[in-house]
């Protein structure tokens, strides 16, 4: 137990707020807390161990031992990965604990790649990066359901994340889209899902929440070579986040927890601010699309609102949440764009400033400082981007900056009144009942 | 799951693991046992590769070759380049051909683009060299600075059998570039 509690414990006794009873019990289940830190300590130092000492290997591989044969050198290319091996074998066979199943599929997961690069480099195998770690990601998969090993499932993430960059990019020559990420990423799911029923709670679920979205960003612009419609790709991919985030099983949780919300708001806003310029809606009408692409948007946009409306259907939906819709709204004027590309501009600025006026509203009625100010970054931002490209005089942009100026203080004046005026309603009611 | 379905299915995912870098073992070596070897002029850069470490890149003389058949403007794709040997005993083309011939010269299958004027551009496969970290970047150099002042022909020794080609070592007048690295670094030091 820390000194810090010990500290509060004996202040609260000597206020006389608790027992000296209470103060016992509490101690006594800070203790049986603490009981279980140890074991996650080894947890995290073996996989760190396992981490360090697979990437060590790698790192003297990749120095290249030229005075070596090369059958002693193909010979020490399986020592890794036999070690890794027994290790996983000897941890599932034995049913070890958590600490050996998470460290002996981490190193097998680096030893399996220490291998093939040392092949590769023996025998000067041609193929980039991207075949490589390709071949790396599908033969180390199964040991996510296999050894049931949390961090096979980050590793796989970054694994599956790095191979379609490195092929969809084109960094080395002409890129080449990544399908196959999708089944490496699908692969993961299960074991996600899976994680959700029984350890919803656990640091490791909280970090695949942010590690699954990042990498679907991160990806997604590699499937289309379309401007515009990249953009409203992203639209609909931050929408589907966003609703995702607003199931039961996220929204219960705390908001840094939440990945696909975070991710999905501030992405939508971005993308949003950037919609509010002109060219957007000019080369919006010019554009031609590739079959793929379209594909792409529609199924992003058709999972965004069938996310929607199982939110609906199961009553998860606490009031009008215009975040919840932004990328639907979007989805019409861009079909709509041949109206012309003021009332896409118009329209897309509205909707930025009404965005933000819903935030700073969601921040005064869950009395959050963070989503207020969130509200009144998003308004500023629009100002800010008008501020260039406008033709509005001087004095009109001067005033408006003082409004939102002011704006910052009024709300954030009003949530401390708020909270003020509450937390005096909550003493008279104590004071009343004793 | 059954625990002993559990293991006999980690044990298969073991022998997968195994297989894979055994068969890449098993080709290569049958390559350059029973495959032809042909020597291609070339030029190494030198990159860097996270974890195969330092190589360099060949970029090889032979990358092109004009034909007469139609329809390769605007190609792209893998191109079977069927070899022979030049008169002063380096690889040559013989022929390209969009698909396999029925015929026993011996092939690489490379990259092509950018094909203009019936004349098929394309990059060859085997344009890595794993080399000690130490000896890349003085290849690039000693390579350069050997072929400015003298007339030094630096190649690529290549086994080729069925289509798989494993590039064997890269000389330098007949001296492995190991060497070739070893004597410059010794001579500057």
């Not at chain 1, 101690?27 to 990437?55: C, M, Q």
């Not at chain 1, 981490?106 to 023996?122: D, E, M, N, W």
């Not at chain 1, 930025?352 to 700073?360: C, D, E, K, P, S």
């Not at chain 1, 921040?363 to 969130?374: C, E």
């Amino acid at each position: 137990m820390n000194s810090k509690l010990e500290r509060q414990l004996a202040e609260l006794l000597e206020a006389d707020i608790i027992n000296s009873e209470t103060a016992q019990k509490i101690t006594a289940f800070y203790h049986t807390k603490d009981e279980s830190k140890p074991n996650r300590l080894f947890t995290i130092f073996g996989v760190l161990g396992a981490l360090l000492s697979g990437l060590g290997i790698i790192l003297i591989i990749a120095h290249n031992w030229d005075d070596m044969p090369r059958n002693i050198k193909t010979s020490f290319a399986f020592l890794p990965l036999l070690i890794g091996q027994i290790a996983c074998g000897f941890s599932l066979i034995k049913k070890k604990s958590t600490t050996w199943i998470e460290s002996s599929a981490t190193f097998l997961i680096l030893a399996v790649g220490a291998t093939i690069s040392l092949v590769s480099q023996i025998y000067n195998i041609p193929g980039d990066l991207s075949d490589f770690l390709l071949v790396w990601t599908v033969i180390t998969a199964p040991l996510i359901y296999l050894m049931r090993s949390n961090l096979a499932v980050i590793i796989h993430l970054v694994l599956a994340t790095w191979y379609a960059c490195y092929s969809g990019y084109s960094f080395s020559s002409i890129g080449h889209t990544p399908w196959l990420y999708l089944v490496l990423f699908a692969w993961v799911i299960p074991y996600y899902m899976m994680l959700q029923r029984q350890k919803a709670e656990t640091n490791i679920t909280g970090i695949i929440n942010w590690l699954l979205p990042l990498s679907l960003v991160i990806v997604l612009g590699t499937f289309t070579n379309g401007d515009t419609l990249l953009l409203l790709m992203y639209i609909g991919l931050f929408g589907l986040f966003y609703n995702l985030g607003q199931l039961s099983i996220f929204k219960n949780q705390k908001l840094r927890r939440n990945g696909f919300t975070i991710i999905g708001s501030l992405g939508t806003i971005f993308l949003l601010t950037i919609l509010t310029f002109e060219w957007f809606w000019k080369d919006a009408i010019k554009e031609t699309y590739h079959g793929s692409d379209v594909l792409i948007t529609i199924i992003l946009f058709i999972a965004g609102i069938a996310t929607l409306a199982y939110l609906h259907l199961k009553k998860q939906v606490q009031g009008f949440n215009l975040f919840q819709y932004a990328f639907m709204i979007i989805g019409l004027l861009y079909l709509t764009r041949g109206i012309g590309s003021v009332y896409g501009i118009v329209a897309t600025n509205l909707l930025v400033a009404a965005l933000g006026i819903f935030a700073v509203r969601i921040g005064i009625n869950k009395s959050s400082y963070g989503i207020l100010n969130y509200g009144l970054l998003i308004i500023t931002a629009l100002i800010i981007c008008r501020f260039f490209d406008t033709n509005l005089d001087f004095i009109f942009r001067g005033i408006l900056f003082i409004a939102v100026g002011a704006g910052f203080f009024f709300a954030n004046y009003l949530l401390i009144k708020k909270q003020r005026k509450a937390a005096l309603n909550s003493t008279s009611n104590t004071q009343t009942h004793e | 799951m059954n625990k002993s379905i559990y293991i006999t299915l980690l044990f298969l995912l073991f022998a997968v693991q195994l297989f894979v870098p055994a068969q890449m073992i098993y080709q290569q070596e049958d390559t350059l046992h029973t495959g032809t070897a042909y020597k291609f002029k070339t030029q190494p850069i030198d990159p860097s590769d996270p974890f195969r470490g330092k190589f360099i890149v060949l970029n090889y003389e032979m990358d092109s070759f004009a034909t007469d058949e139609e329809g390769w403007d605007d190609f792209s794709g893998n191109v079977f380049v069927y070899l022979k040997t030049d008169a002063a005993g380096f690889a040559a083309v013989k022929h390209v051909s969009k698909t396999l011939m029925d015929t026993s010269d011996d092939y690489v299958i490379a990259e092509s683009r950018y094909n203009r004027n019936n004349r098929v551009n394309f990059d060859l496969p085997f344009d890595r060299f794993y080399m000690n970290e130490n000896k890349a970047y003085d290849a690039e150099i000693s390579v350069r600075e050997a072929q400015v002042d003298t007339t030094k022909i630096c190649y690529g020794l290549v086994f080729v059998k069925d289509g798989t080609a494993v590039l064997d070592n890269v000389f330098i007048d007949d001296t492995p570039i190991q060497e070739f690295v070893e004597e410059y670094q010794e001579g500057i030091q």
